[in-house]
């Protein structure tokens, strides 16, 4: 049986409490008080920095790396939050089998050279950090990593008998984890799983001999045939050495699994960054399909864990300096979804006009504002697509994203952006600071693959709070509901990249969706309960548990129902609220087409409120439910306060 290797196996059971909950099993829906998803390490906003990968591949030296880094200096990219310099593949001679002891390539790394005794990239981390920087380095889960599987060619490859050349992660997790951090000073680590994918029995390195076998935990092509519970056991055994080899917590673990294994719902609980696709490579359609891995993921991503859709490829391709509106459109979309902003370009060699797209210091303080709202979808189209991003300032941002190669012209609504109509909304440009206001609607152009990002001010439609819609940083899904991860109906999916032709072309290689989403149903449909339309609000599935950081309101507000979209019109979910553990308020059982039920609860003092949806169903998926106009207020009038309004705008 299948579920026997299904990442939720347990969860597929436990999901169905109350009527399949076996003794002893927890019930996941019971309310803990606290907030679960992962805030270890260091990224309260999302990291920022410089990779080898995107650049230059395993072909990388010092010169290479300490030359970008120089660069990230004299530009003053490091000074706008450019600060990790990461090591990406490559950096490996072997793994000295006496004592399981892992050697650098130093005549790539000239200055980890001891007299008698090992390299040592020590020299190599101070140098960094006495620029102000910090230092990344990579490596695998299994015993080889990616480019020992799917490199063309050997030169750059650990050296050695098939045993010295097994220096992923296997089985040495707290020696090497060790040695990356408390020995040579390390900040950041990269953790690939190729080493747990792509060295089966059958695959041609391991049948040519040159590699053993490892079991595939993952499989790219099969959420059923991923052995999740095994993958996230070894994430947990590194966060427990990066922890026991950072006292002060000073450590950034980044995931990438490529959104396999249905990871894109349980990253944000594991580490501080996680992939949720395959490679990005430097062409428009590749950042189309990377960007939409994580674009929908709003409520998957929180100060502390955020979604990565891969690095920056500006500097190459359909991003070189010849294509500056495709270069900006690339920083702003990931800036706007919290995205890492991690360049992949070989800076010594960065023409100025690049320089300046990285370091749009209004559009790298998005990517960096304190309250970590990824960016929300407001409208959405294969053409064009709205997104809308709240700031700790009560401001927002917009990006209007022409994914076309037309030029566009979009109408931009005050509704978008949850503000009122009859009110002023002020638009400042990041890209040229010009500034504008409307009432109701504005005009804009754009050119094909143009994104335009503006800071709105506004009188948000809610004047004494958030919907939680706006504040999904605040909101965690920490059980969803999906059970059975299923396609999601968008037309760019992920799937391998472009490698020609002779195949049977880009099927999506992982599934997913179905997930907790701001401002719609799962699978993108309309909010809607018994006829009723929502332009906000929490659509998740039943059987569901949302985590809410409360931040001093008094008043949770929403309507409770079963969506429009259902298949189940037989079986009624249950709404209960809770408040740090405690039940504030429950629920009539609603059916599919019962009219919504209006709840109002007191939450003053409340820290950690939990949003259960509950039913005595086995699939979940069957049974949307909607937190419509889901809502945090002050609850008083005098409360209806300017808080929001109070700061200037900082951009000029
Ligand atoms: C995988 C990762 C890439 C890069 C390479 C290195 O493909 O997804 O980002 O690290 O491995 O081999």
Redesign the pocket.
Known sequence: MTTRFLAPATFALLAMFPVFLAAGQSDPLAPTGRWSAYTGGRAPTPPMGWSS?NAF??DIDEDKILGSAQALVDSGLARKGYRYVNI???WWLQRRTSDGQLVIRSTRFPSTVREGGLPSFRPFTDRLHAMGLKAGI?SDLGRN???QA??PDESDLPKGSVEEREVGLYGHIEQDISLFFSEWGFDFI?V?G?GVRAYAANSEKVISGAYREFKPLLDMESVARSDIPAVQSLFRQIDAALIRNNPDGDFVLSL?I?GAGNVRAWGKDFGNIS?TS??INPTWGRLLTNFDSAARRALYAHPGSWNDP??LFIGKGDFAAGHLTEARSHLSMWAMINAPLMIGMDLRTAPQALLDVFGNEEVIALNQDPAGHQAVVAFDSGEVQIFVKTLSTGDKAVAIFNRSAAALEVDLTAAHLKFRDDRDVALVDLWNGRKQSFRKQAKLQLEGHQTLVFKARGARVLADGLYLSEQPGNVNPAVDGVVWPAPDPTIHRSAFGWQGTRSSGERPIYAGWGGAQPDSAPYGEALRISGRKFETGIGVLANSRLEVRNQGYRRFTATVGVNDSARDDRHAATFVVYGDGKVLATSRPLKWGDEGQRMSVDVSGVKIIELVARAAIDDPASLPVSWAEAALVSGSAAAQTSQYFDHGMTSS
Do not use: F, V
Request: charge should be negative; charged fraction near 35%.
């Open positions: 990968w591949a395993t990406d593949d490559g990579y990593t990616c480019s799917y490199s990269k690939d190729c990438c490529w992939r395959d490679d891969d690095m």
